[in-house]
């Protein structure tokens, strides 16, 4: 059998830190290597990888079992927020194209992974803020507006906030009206949004200030700290990247994991730069800058 993953002892030194997870290895995954691959997103279930080039042109799918590997699509910008259904079965993602006035167009589509079976959610359009999947449901805020497509057995339905972003701008739309979401004020470049699992807060950075978590109103600012790329683990606990760069490449990363308690935990060690942290169940998927891509495995 081919071996996919190839195991990398990097050394961690948890002194001075809380220990939230417990770091039983961390593996490369054995992917054509090139300065322009990342990972896009990891399945919920931990099987597999998404990789998409570091401009957000296309998707491959990497079996991390048996290492094979499966084009999704090569649209640009379908890896930019690459969403994969719980089941694991459908990917939503991006279509960027040009119309006839030479105007950047965004579409959101669906791929069913065992059928092939392709849905258009949103046509092109220069006003789409964001995507989700809920339950069996596909989503997409476009001009402020929800548009929804079933993805498996039965009725599309919309039970939970989605949040958007666009133009730097955060947004949260929940029983069927947008409103603009600013808890730091509107002077400020807000990115790397997403909702909490239990869909009672919202994680997010402002550039150039950190990470921060607050409730769905704006109020309970709570900063996190100067990281970068947070994703959620679970409703009370992170994951994000540390990283320097000396205004020209990117000279250390580590990725952490952190509560909202203000502790935190150092889970890779010096010897990689690692970058872009996708959690998923029992693990960590990261990248690197010259096109590796790594997984974390933790238990708590």
Known sequence: MKKVLLALAL?????????LVNVTSIDKVNIPESA???????SPAGDYI??????NSGLTKYDLSTGASQVITQAQGAGFDAK???????????????NSKHLLM???????????AEQQLVKPSRNVQGTAITGNTAVAVNNGKIAKKAIGEGKAQVSAPVLSTKDFKMYLTRGGKTTELAPKGHGYRYIWASLSP???????CCSGNG?????????GLTSLGNYRAPKWMTSDMVVAMDCHDNGEVFTSSEIVVLDL????????????IAMYPLPAQGKIAFSTPTGEAYIINITK
């Open 261 to 272: 308690n203000g502790n935190k935990q150092v889970v890779t060690g010096e010897d990689v």
């Open 50 to 55: 998404l990789v998409t080039t570091d401009y």
């Open 106 to 116: 965004t579409a959101i589509k669906s791929k069913n992974l065992t059928t092939g």
């Open 198 to 204: 239990d869909a009672s807060k919202v994680l997010f």
């Open 11 to 19: 050394c961690v030194s948890f002194s001075g830190m809380a220990q």
């Open 84 to 98: 994969i259904s719980p089941d694991g079965n459908t990917v939503v993602y991006r279509e960027k194209s040009t």
């Open 36 to 42: 322009v691959n990342k990972v896009a997103a990891i």
């Open 211 to 219: 990470a921060y978590v607050c409730n769905l109103d704006g109020s």
